[in-house]
C-alpha cells in the first residue's frame, strides 16, 4: 500500500516462515488513540511471554478498505494452530 512506518520498521523477510518470531506493526490510528502514543516495544526488548513484538508504528493514512489496528505475522485462528489442515 506504499505506507511507511513513523517508528521501527515494517514486517520483512525477517518475519516470515515456520521459526518466526511474533512481530507487529501499529496503525497511526490505534498507537495514538488506543495506546495514547506510548513507544512501542523495541525489538531488543526480551518479553519473551508476549505473542508478539511491536516492530513499528505505520504513518497515518486512510483505512482502507476497513478500519485496521494492526498487521501482524501471528496465526490465532484455532483452524490454523491445529495444523490439521
Not at 36 to 50: G, L, T
Amino acid at each position: 500500500m506504499g505506507l511507511h512506518p513513523v517508528l521501527g520498521r515494517l514486517l520483512d523477510m525477517r518475519d516470515d516462515g515456520p521459526n518466526a518470531a511474533g512481530a507487529a506493526v501499529l496503525t497511526y490510528r490505534f498507537w495514538t488513540t488506543g495506546l495514547h502514543s506510548d513507544p512501542p516495544c523495541s525489538e531488543n526488548d526480551s518479553a519473551r511471554h508476549a505473542l508478539a513484538t511491536i516492530v513499528g508504528v505505520l504513518e497515518p493514512s486512510v483505512p482502507y478498505p476497513a478500519e485496521t489496528e494492526i498487521i501482524a505475522n501471528v496465526v490465532t485462528s484455532p483452524h490454523h494452530l491445529s495444523r490439521r489442515w
